[in-house]
T-cell receptor, first 114, second 116 residues
Framework: AQSVSQHNHHVILSEAASLELGCNYSYGGTVNLFWYVQYPGQHLQLLLKYFSGDPLVKGIKGFEAEFIKSKFSFNLRKPSVQWSDTAEYFCAVRGGYNTDKLIFGTGTRLQVFP | DTAVSQTPKYLVTQMGNDKSIKCEQNLGHDTMYWYKQDSKKFLKIMFSYNNKELIINETVPNRFSPKSPDKAHLNLHINSLELGDSAVYFC???????????????FGPGTRLTVT
């Protein structure tokens, strides 16, 4: 069965620090990968996605993620975080074609202090 | 315009009651979903409909019954509510296809259900 692991449950940073959130998935076939963000009290919004092609994908608000197939990883990065990045971050995977099912990781809570 | 909307936003009810949550999307998508987010923020899919046809039905108690009157609406009815049903329920929608936008799911604002 497909699964997604996010090993960082809670990350605390100061503004301007660099961010990397880990995401590993288990699925041997073709995957589509996503990072969603949930700001306090709000719904999930898509940050970025990987379907194929360049394994380094850029998303909104200065976020990027790198798909490393050999490591089954899709880590999220941002060179300099802001207080407004405080949120819950979810990695998700869709395994194979002709499936609508997204499997989410348990989320990483990011707190950024001024 | 709100892309995916849910009503109500908050729902507080007692154990044993029956309640419904409604979802509507104006994105023209053909697939809709219900997710449950528990108190630890874990998000798990419950159901999915494509063009009014049930395509995903995870291990969910029979007390939960989704209904899709048309492809723009997906409602969730819950019978005999239990304490463990307290959670935030998110509706989402997406469009099937081969493009890069395919399967990107757009989420609603959520319905916070509290069972007392």
């Amino acid at each position: 069965a497909q699964s997604v692991s996010q090993h960082n449950h809670h990350v605390i940073l100061s503004e301007a620090a660099s961010l990397e959130l880990g995401c590993n998935y288990s699925y041997g076939g073709t995957v589509n990968l996503f990072w969603y963000v949930q700001y306090p009290g709000q719904h999930l919004q898509l940050l970025l996605k990987y379907f194929s092609g360049d394994p380094l994908v850029k998303g909104i608000k200065g976020f990027e993620a790198e798909f490393i197939k050999s490591k089954f990883s899709f880590n999220l990065r941002k060179p300099s975080v802001q207080w407004s990045d405080t949120a819950e971050y979810f990695c998700a995977v869709r395994g194979g074609y002709n499936t609508d099912k997204l499997i989410f990781g348990t989320g990483t809570r990011l707190q950024v202090f001024p | 315009d709100t892309a995916v909307s849910q009503t109500p936003k908050y729902l507080v009810t007692q154990m044993g009651n029956d309640k419904s949550i409604k979802c509507e999307q104006n994105l023209g998508h053909d697939t809709m979903y219900w997710y449950k987010q528990d108190s630890k923020k874990f998000l798990k899919i419950m159901f999915s409909y494509n063009n009014k046809e049930l395509i995903i039905n995870e291990t969910v108690p029979n007390r939960f019954s989704p209904k899709s009157p048309d492809k723009a609406h997906l409602n969730l009815h819950i019978n005999s509510l239990e304490l463990g049903d307290s959670a935030v329920y998110f509706c989402a929608s997406s469009q099937r296809g081969d493009s890069l936008s395919s399967y990107e799911q757009y989420f609603g604002p959520g319905t916070r259900l509290t069972v007392t």
